[in-house]
């Protein structure tokens, strides 16, 4: 049993109580005149920030506390990815908060891969078939602070530098604590936890009733640096085409560089953690590692002039998948985005799933007739086995990034992917597109891909030859064995 009332270790194993409304919990509702709950938002980082605006502007009463010092006052104290691709998912949420176009005002567009192989020339692969298909490079700081900007006027109240360090889900209370760690108790209300992979609120969550909690670590980690602005006559300029993903796949391994508005690209280093060289730890200092690239990427070396401090300075970031076979205690607590299902992040899809996340949540809690119990079993319902695809389409992706890029058997297959989407669109999409350019779920799009690419790979054989394939066969063979694709 737990020492105290609050949980925030292993043993409680109190019977939960389903939530009920008590009179200060409830306030009227601006949308059908019915009675909403409180919510308590831990967390407001991106999937915080854009749910406590959705959820506002539904009428339930939001305050949300956030850990860190607020950063339109104090700067974005990131610590992770400075910078995210932000696809259609992402997109449709901004939209239903008004926002997708502020936030297109401060991204750079990216076509596609531009791939830099080891002696050769870069070349893109688009992501889609033409420029209204995609991604957008986007700041992390700067879309936080515009995310909470939205909830604040949406009437959320924001609580800055308040940690969540304990709950109790019987009495309906949580305990927080300020930098000083100074504590205070809360009503908590309807709990809901965003409070990103290492949730506090979870932890508390499966002490009480535990929740089939397992994280995969991926084995590789990851670490940021830095291709600054070129021209030194005061006009800045890219150092590569702007408007493209930059890989160097390079195997075991890869880089990965993201164009900023201002002209810089971040760069992501993903290495094995441990183990053969290269690896972090065959590679724990600037020295052994400019040495290394110098060999393994001479291109990309002389972009990062500040490669020794940032390499020694900069930390490593580790990467694990993270499953749940509970998201909810009854109607009392939920998690949320990281929170509940935190993913490698090779589709560039955890934030974009987070705020699909949202979308769902505030569809399900507004609903007539549903309690909050109610609607959170039916959003892990719908929302659980896409978590569960889109994490393996993420760990796949890795291989497709660092590896098959530079392989001719898969560059066979996408041409010939291509050939097909231009012949029969209603029967054949790549699973890149539909992960990233539409709204189906990500259950089908892993599904549906493995599918196709079965069908691929009985009309290639061993060959990497796509214009080999006889399209008139290709089509019949799709029409035969496939249904049309969805729409959505
Ligand atoms: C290297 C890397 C690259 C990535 N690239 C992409 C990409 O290109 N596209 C994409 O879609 N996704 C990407 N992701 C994933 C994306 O970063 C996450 O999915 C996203 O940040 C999840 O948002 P969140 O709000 O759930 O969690 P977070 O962003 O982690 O936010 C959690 C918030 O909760 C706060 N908090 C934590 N503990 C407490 C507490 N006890 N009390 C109060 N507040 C607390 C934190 O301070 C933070 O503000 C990437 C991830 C990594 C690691």
């Known amino acids: ?95 239903q908060a008004g926002l997708a176009d502020d936030v297109l005002t401060h991204a750079m567009m990216m076509r596609g891969r531009m791939v830099h192989p080891l002696g050769g020339e870069a070349g893109l692969q688009r992501y889609g078939v033409d420029d209204g298909e995609v991604i957008w490079s986007v700041s992390r700081g700067a879309l936080n602070v515009l995310l909470l900007d939205a909830a604040e006027a949406a009437g959320v109240r924001l609580h800055f530098g308040q940690s969540l360090v304990g709950a109790d889900f019987d009495a309906g209370r949580i305990r927080l604590a300020d930098a000083r760690g100074t ?34 670590p991926l084995g590789h980690s990851y670490k940021e640096l830095e291709i600054p602005p070129t021209g030194g006559d005061g006009r800045a300029r890219f150092a590569l085409e702007p408007n493209a993903l930059h890989i160097w796949p390079r195997g075991g391994y890869m880089c990965i560089a993201l164009p900023n508005t201002e002209g810089s690209f971040t760069v992501t280093l993903f290495l094995p953690a441990q183990g053969a060289h290269p690896s972090f730890a065959s590679l724990p200092d600037a020295a052994r590692a400019t040495a290394f690239f110098r060999e393994d990427s001479p291109d990309l070396l002389p972009l990062i002039p500040r490669f020794a401090e940032d390499y020694d300075s900069h930390p490593v ?53 549903r309690d909050s119990a109610d609607a959170f079993a039916e959003f892990q319902r719908v929302r659980q086995p896409n978590a569960d695809a889109i994490a393996q389409m993420a760990l796949e992706n890795y291989v497709e990034m660092r590896d098959s890029v530079a392989d001719p058997h898969y560059l066979a297959k996408r041409e010939l992917g291509a050939l097909l989407a231009e012949r029969i669109p209603s029967h054949y999409m790549a ?23 079965a069908l691929m790979r009985r009309l290639l054989g061993d060959g990497c030859y796509a214009k080999a394939v006889d399209l008139d066969t290709a089509e019949a063979l799709f029409k035969a064995e496939l249904p049309p694709l969805a729409r959505g």
């Open 1 to 95: 049993m737990c020492p105290a009332r609050f949980c925030m270790g292993s043993g409680d194993m109190g019977i939960a109580v389903p939530y009920r409304l008590r009179n200060s919990d409830a306030i009227p509702s601006t949308e059908r005149g019915m009675t909403k709950p409180s919510i308590t938002l831990i967390g407001g980082g991106l999937v915080g920030a854009l749910l406590g605006t959705l959820l506002a502007r539904r009428g339930f009463a939001v305050e949300l506390f956030e850990k860190r010092d607020d950063p339109r006052v104090a700067g974005f104290a990131g610590g992770r990815s400075i910078i995210l691709a932000l696809a259609e998912r992402g997109l449709h949420a901004l939209r």
């Open 183 to 216: 504590e205070r108790e809360h009503d908590a209300g309807v709990l809901i936890g965003a409070d990103g992979a290492g949730s506090t609120l979870r932890a508390a969550m499966d002490a009480h009733a535990p929740l089939g909690l397992r994280v995969e």
């Open 317 to 369: 970031g580790t990467l694990s998948t993270l499953y749940l076979d509970r998201w909810h205690l009854d109607g009392r607590a939920l998690l949320i985005g990281d929170a509940a299902h935190a993913i490698v992040p090779f589709h560039g899809q955890g934030m974009n799933c987070g705020f699909e996340d949202t979308v769902a949540l505030a569809g399900l809690l507004a609903e007539v007739g």
């Open 431 to 453: 699973r890149y597109r539909l992960v990233t350019f539409t709204h189906l779920p990500y259950a089908y799009a892993l599904e549906r891909g493995r599918a196709q690419d």
